[in-house]
């Protein structure tokens, strides 16, 4: 099966990227050392709200909320 990425949410109180599917379900985390894949991935998306608290609650360790999520919609 192959699943496209829709949204990538970014945590800031510890450098973490997660993406999710169009349906808001979580693919997956990106690891990597230098940033260069998701600034790749933000070049063609728009900011936007997180479409469902759900999406979230997906998230191992849960993000704190003092601090900020910002997601984004890839195209």
Do not use: W, Y
């Not at 997956?28 to 991935?41: A, H, K, R, T, Y």
């Not at 997180?50 to 984004?72: K, N």
């Amino acid at each position: 099966m192959n699943t496209t990425a829709k949204f990538l949410v970014l945590l800031d109180d510890m450098p973490r990227a997660l993406l999710f599917d169009s349906h808001q379900c979580l693919l997956g985390e990106v690891i990597e050392e230098d940033g260069f894949i998701v600034e790749n991935l933000l070049r063609g998306a728009k900011e936007c709200p997180v479409p469902r608290d759900e999406m979230l609650l997906a998230i191992v360790p849960p993000p704190s909320p003092q601090r900020p999520v910002r997601c984004f919609e890839l195209h």
